[in-house]
């Protein structure tokens, strides 16, 4: 079970998530409708972990950082991002190029 910093109600962490997607969906952070399917695929789950990690995981007290990190590399090792040992998913970014 995790600490949290402040009370909140699910749905607000929900929006929270769906609103830092929504603002990493645009052509200055890379994303393109003409870019191909699997391009814009790979940048919508990266955007998703990105934003899964810092909505529900971003109001943790800082002892449940552990506890959260090792859940949220379970959950994501699905969408494909390989997180390394070193560090916790908070401290990691992916650097995409685009022009």
Not at 25 to 33: M, P, R, S, T
């Amino acid at each position: 079970m995790c600490l949290l910093c402040n009370y909140y109600y699910n749905i607000h962490v929900v929006q929270s998530c769906l609103n830092l997607i929504d603002s990493l969906l645009v052509k200055e952070y890379g994303f393109d409708l003409k870019d191909s399917a699997s391009h814009i695929d790979r940048l919508v789950d990266l955007y998703f972990v990105f934003a899964y990690i810092w909505s529900f995981g971003g109001n943790l007290h800082d002892k449940s950082v552990a506890g959260f990190d090792h859940f949220a590399r379970e959950k994501i090792s699905k969408l494909g991002p390989i997180f390394p040992a070193e560090g916790n998913v908070y401290v990691w970014l992916y650097l995409c190029k685009y022009f």
